[in-house]
Every structure is written in structure tokens, then in C-alpha cells.
């Protein structure tokens, strides 16, 4: 879902020094430190990831990490909504996870108002070597402050509304929405889509970007407005699957690869993503001569801010331990590592000057969709409500894209629900 980050715009890069062709990007001391706790169970570290990142470039980190300090680590693989529900479940009853892959900027900052995670820049300031915030892209941090309060780390730095094509099926990917619509008509045959889209309703948001449509305003406590364009775009989505029909009807799943896993079928000629399918679809489909297009033109080209962080929660039984592992995961020669294997886009600067990351094709593609993202909401994860109205949301949209129900009428009833949750 949006995570409240202010956009990039082509000045922005500039002023890196990076142009548009590659992308920029509560303790005392932090030297490492051992568990203080000799029971049995403290010589187990535990780590929440994102199932889809379980990079070789991160395991390799932590099983170092574990030898260093003697510790068996337990490093647990989820679907997004999954780890959300087993944090909750764990802030709950008290036994937390050591280190938290964050599922967006506006997470750390919800859980961090409620006391469940720790605000961090007394770690970064004592930590000087790690480069906190000075090496990181700025929207990437500000995401991840409130009232001067920092709560997660960045770990990705990524923009939602990338085109991907298969060359073989696409001579020329499109630039707008009718362009779109023409190209998955005339690639929609015998087995194959056009396009796939995503049961994951936080990839109706670079749609509704691009028709120039704000998720939410709590101030006024309104939600995808304006209505006659949030109704165009997701009208317009609606249709792809039960007018045109050159989408299938998505599943409604916890898994988000499902567009991934029919384009690498080849069951699906473009889909819209991010990078972090770059290096599925390199490693299950080698064959597949991918093609990677910036974001669409509805009425404005745009995208949607993505990334994930890390977040200590405020309950670990030794936070310096585990701001020291935050450091190794996030240096920069591990973010360098994991974009070789991944194709992943990091937000520190010096990883974007780098010269592998200037030299490959592919994060130019990123850079110039960082460059559009839609300016969103702070105040929504700021507002504790964050996580109600995202479900209120995935129902709705469920709603709407796999069950074919009304758009108006659906949109409408979110809206008020919504409304009513702030």
C-alpha cells in the first residue's frame, strides 16, 4: 500500500549528481555486542524477512552473523500480509522477533507510535561509520520519520508501476493507457494474455497515480479522491479482466507473484511491478528476453513509492545487537551484492555511484520511474489506522477486480468505511 513518501522528480537526481540514468537511491553506543542473557533460548536470534527476498547476498550475512556472536538464527520467510499478522500476534503477547524486514515506509512509523518498535537515531547518531541519514536518498528516510522520530532503516528503495514485457511477443511496449490496451488486445491468443494483473491491491496503485488520484487525506478524512478519476482508473481495471478480457481474473492469494509466474510461463505477454521481480523472472526463465519500460501515461505519468526497511522492535532482548546486524544488511557493498544477484534497486547514495549500478539498463528504467512517484499521505501511518483501512481497502478492491462487483458503488462504500475508521 502507499507509504506516504513524498515524490522524486527529475531535479532531484540532478542535484546528486546522478541525472536520470541511474538512481542516486533507542540506545547508547553501537559496537557489537553479545547477548547479556545466558539462558538457552537467548542464544537464538530471530529474523522476520519478506519470502521474497531471501537473497543469497542476505544469508550469507547472517549466517556470518550468527557465527560471530555464537548465535542460532532463525531466519523466518513470509508473505507480506502473513508477517504482518504474526507481528501483530506477536506485540501482543510480548515474544518478538529480534530484526523486522518492514513492509513499507509507513510501517515502522504506525508500529512505532504504538510502542511496538523503537525509534532508531540515537543508534545512527552513535553509529557514524554506517552513514545514517547522510548516505541514504532523503525520500526514503523522511518516509520513515514522524515529529523528528526515526523508525526504520532503508533497506530497498524501489518504484511500483514498472512495465514489463516479453520482447518476443512485444516489438514496442507502450507508453500510455490506450497504447496498453492496444498491445495486450493483439497479444491475447490461443493460451497467452496480454497482460496479468495483480491480486495484491497495492498494485492498483500506480493505475490511480496515473489519473491523478490521492489514496487518502486524513486531514479531511477522504479517500481515493478525486471519485470521477479514482472511478476511471479502476473502471479501466475492471475492464482489462471482464470487458477486454486480456487479463485473467487474478486469485485472490497472499502471494503477490502471481502476474510474475504467468509472464515466466509465458502465459502473459507485459504485467506492471517492480524490481523485485527482476530476478525471478531472470533465474526461472533465463530464456524469456525481458523488457523493462517506464511507468505509464494515463493523465500523468506516474508510479507508486515501494521499498521495504528494517525495524527493531521495541521488546528485542538486545537492540544493539540488533542495530549491529541492520548495519551489516544495509552496507553498502551487501546492497551492491544483492542488486548483482536480485536486479534490486538500494537507497544509498554511494551504491548509486557505483559503476555496475550506472552501467546496467535496467536501473536507468528504475531511476526514471523513481522519478514520477506519487506524492502520498504521511499522516496515514501517523494515524494508527494505517493497517484497518489497507484491509478495508484489499477487500474492496477484491471486490471490484476478482468478484466484478460495481466500481461505483464499491468505491463508494470504501470511502465510508474508511472515513469512519479515522
Known amino acids: 500500500m502507499p507509504s506516504g513518501t513524498p515524490a522524486y522528480n527529475r531535479r532531484s537526481f540532478l542535484r546528486l549528481g546522478l541525472g536520470v540514468t541511474v538512481l542516486g537511491a533507542v540506545g547508547a553506543g553501537c559496537a ?46 513470509f508473505q507480506w500480509p502473513d508477517l504482518t499478522t504474526k507481528l501483530t ?9 529480534d530484526l523486522v524486514e518492514e513492509v513499507s515506509a509507513g510501517t515502522g512509523t504506525q508500529y512505532g507510535l504504538a510502542g511496538n518498535v523503537l525509534a532508531l537515531d540515537d543508534f545512527a547518531a552513535a553509529d557514524k561509520e554506517f552513514g545514517f541519514p547522510g548516505d541514504f536518498l532523503d525520500q526514503a528516510v523522511v518516509a520513515r520519520q514522524y515529529e523528528g522520530k526515526t523508525y526504520s532503516i532503508p533497506l530497498h528503495l524501489t518504484a511500483n508501476g514498472l512495465l514489463f514485457y516479453n520482447k518476443a511477443m512485444v516489438e514496442t511496449p507502450p507508453a500510455t493507457w490506450d497504447e496498453f490496451l492496444e498491445v495486450a488486445k493483439s497479444t491475447t491468443k490461443d493460451k497467452v494474455s496480454g497482460c496479468a494483473l495483480n491480486s495484491d491491491a497495492s498494485y492498483a496503485a500506480p493505475y490511480y497515480n496515473q489519473q491523478k488520484v490521492d489514496f487518502s487525506d486524513v486531514a479531511a478524512k477522504q479517500f481515493l479522491q478525486p471519485a470521477d478519476a479514482a472511478l476511471q482508473a479502476m473502471q479501466w481495471m475492471q475492464d482489462l479482466v471482464y470487458t477486454h478480457k486480456v487479463s485473467p481474473a487474478p486469485v485472490a492469494t497472499t502471494d503477490y507473484s502471481g502476474p510474475q509466474k504467468l509472464f515466466s510461463a509465458k502465459r502473459a505477454a507485459m504485467f506492471v511491478s517492480g524490481p523485485w521481480d527482476i530476478g525471478p523472472i531472470r533465474q526461472g526463465s533465463p530464456d524469456i528476453e525481458l523488457g523493462l519500460a517506464v511507468p505509464l501515461t494515463g493523465a500523468v505519468q506516474s508510479a507508486a513509492m515501494a521499498g521495504s526497511g528494517l525495524m527493531i522492535p521495541a521488546k528485542a532482548r538486545d537492540p544493539k545487537l540488533s542495530w549491529e546486524l ?54 496515514l501511518s501517523a494515524s494508527g489506522k494505517a493497517a484497518q483501512i489497507n484491509d478495508l481497502w484489499k477487500k474492496a478492491y477484491q471486490q471490484m477486480i476478482i468478484q466484478h462487483a460495481p466500481v461505483g458503488p464499491t468505491l463508494d462504500d470504501f470511502r465510508k468505511q474508511a472515513g469512519a475508521a479515522l
Request: glycine share 4%.
Open 89 to 97: 500476534a506477536d506485540f501482543r503477547s510480548g515474544n518478538v522477533p
Open 32 to 77: 557489537p555486542a553479545k547477548p547479556a542473557s545466558k539462558k538457552a533460548d537467548s542464544r537464538t536470534f530471530t529474523v522476520y524477512w519478506n519470502a521474497g527476498h531471501g537473497y543469497q547476498a542476505y544469508k550469507e550475512v547472517i549466517d556470518q552473523f550468527g557465527k560471530d556472536h555464537d548465535l542460532q538464527m532463525n531466519w523466518q520467510k
Open 326 to 379: 541492520i548495519t551489516k544488511l544495509a552496507a553498502v557493498k551487501v546492497e551492491l551484492a544483492a542488486t548483482k544477484e536480485a536486479g534490486m534497486s538500494m537507497p544509498r547514495k554511494s551504491w548509486a555511484a557505483d559503476p555496475s549500478v550506472a552501467a546496467d539498463p535496467n536501473l536507468a528504467v528504475i531511476a526514471k520511474a523513481l522519478a514520477v512517484v506519487a506524492k502520498q499521505d504521511v499522516a
